[in-house]
């Protein structure tokens, strides 16, 4: 069975599904494969991250007419607190503060649970008319000709369209065949992951604390509880992960201090191999890449998937301004659009994630001291402090419209 779509979207994780919603929502009909079954990707308990979603992604949510089915389990982020560790001692002084009241948009962001996110974002895929969301559908094949393309799926069925995009995450398939190499390494790095009850009230605060075996940061989540992104060494990592639970608090409590109390897992536990992915490209003839599928980037800075709904905004701003003028929305030179948008911010961000892993995740005394002058030096100047602390909430930069919180 063939089928005709606008657009085919390798990908149900979450860019592909945003996009689809930000294309469908404007006259565009996109079909959405992906390889998990649907049973996997509906189980509460497949991904256990919460996303720190800067400001200008809230936005977006809320146009895409998501977040107000969210919110009330979303936790606002109101401070931003940075320290330095050093290694066998806990989290040392802080030496970088943000607090949302240096700016006049409100909290910089919002932390919002895997679960809740995927949920809201496939209710309303699978109340679109215009998408249409195939799970099991794993992609084996693609190709392109001048106005068309055509993927082939595992079981020999075949669906073409105007336009390609691989949303398949960092290991995509998509780019692979369409002969886009990628470039990175492993950080030999592994970030542990759950949810915790705390004895004290977290006030909104998110904490930052640099050691040298990788950061720690503790993001509110909704009640009296955090979620933990605990980055060690991958060796550390696999032995913490085999400790039962009480081993695992022991192991964490060091590093965590007392700040907020007791502290208990309130939850299953995760780990997520740390390594930077970034495609050589992120067009092709007929194709685009959005979210993982073009840089998967270090978790430090709570920044991949806001990178990658800023493809999406971008991307649908693009495709949606061509079709309305009657363009062609495979051609070559709208997707060259895209590329020009896009390129810049993606190549920014790696490079700064990547950097700050490097200087941070070490003891040399020579770079701790850098460290403790530059971001005293950033902290003691409010002008300073503010753009970064608008940068974090994503308001820097040639922002898409969905990103201003403005229709496309
Ligand atoms: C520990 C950790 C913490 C993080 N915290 C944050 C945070 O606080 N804030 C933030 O913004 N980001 C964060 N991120 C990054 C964020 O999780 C990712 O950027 C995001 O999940 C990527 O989504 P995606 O839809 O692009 O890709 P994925 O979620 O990887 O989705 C890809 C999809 O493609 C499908 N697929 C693959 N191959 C095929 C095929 N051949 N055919 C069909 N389907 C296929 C897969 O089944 C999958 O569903 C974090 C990452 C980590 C590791």
């Known amino acids: 069975m063939s089928t005709d779509t606008d657009i085919l979207i390798v990908g149900g994780g979450l860019a592909g599904p945003a996009l689809a919603l930000a294309l469908a929502r404007n006259g565009l009909s996109c079909h959405v494969l992906d390889a998990a079954p649907a049973e996997t ?18 936005r977006m949510l809320d146009q895409l007419g998501l977040w107000s089915g969210v919110a009330d389990k979303a936790e606002a982020i109101r401070d931003i607190r940075v320290s330095d ?11 970088l503060h943000f607090d949302h009241n240096e700016i006049t948009e409100g909290p910089m962001g919002h932390m919002l649970e895997d679960r809740f996110l995927r949920r809201a974002l496939a209710t309303a895929v699978a109340d679109h008319p215009a998408i249409t969301l ?82 720690l940061a503790v993001l509110p989540l909704t009640g009296q509880r955090v979620s933990i992104v605990w980055t060690e060494s991958r060796d550390r990592a696999r032995d913490i992960m085999a400790m039962d639970d009480e081993g695992y608090l022991a192991a964490l409590r060091p590093r965590f201090g007392s700040y907020l109390g007791n502290i208990a897992l309130a939850g299953k536990r995760y780990s997520y191999p740390l390594g930077l992915s970034l495609a050589s490209a992120i067009t092709a003839p007929r194709l685009a890449l959005v979210g993982d599928a073009a840089h998967g980037i270090h978790p430090l800075a709570g920044q991949g998937l806001n990178l990658g709904l800023r493809d999406v905004a971008a991307l649908a701003e693009v495709l949606v301004t061509a079709h309305r003028r009657g363009e062609d929305i495979g051609a070559a030179d709208v997707l060259e659009r895209y590329r020009r948008w896009r390129g810049f911010d993606i190549a920014m961000l790696a490079t700064a994630t990547d950097g700050i892993n490097r200087i941070f995740s070490n003891d040399n005394p020579l770079l701790r001291l850098g460290r403790t002058l530059g971001l005293g030096a950033v902290n003691a100047l409010p002008g300073a402090r503010r753009r970064l602390i608008r940068e974090a909430a994503g308001l820097t930069g040639d922002l898409p419209r969905l990103l201003q919180g403005q229709p496309i």
């Open 41 to 58: 990707l509906g189980d509460p308990d497949f991904d256990g991250r919460a996303y720190a979603l800067a400001l200008s992604t809230r």
């Open 85 to 95: 560790g050093q290694a066998g001692q806990g989290a040392s002084p802080l030496f």
């Open 134 to 215: 195939k799970h099991s559908a794993r992609v084996v094949a693609q190709d392109s000709t001048p106005g068309n393309v055509s993927v082939t799926l595992e079981d020999g069925t075949k669906h073409h369209a105007r336009l390609l995009i691989g949303a398949d995450g960092r290991a995509s398939g998509t780019a692979a065949r369409a002969g886009i190499s990628r470039t990175g390494w492993d950080y030999g790095q592994t970030s542990l992951v759950g949810a915790l009850t705390v004895e004290k009230p977290h006030n909104g605060v998110a904490q930052q604390m640099f050691f040298p075996e990788g950061p």
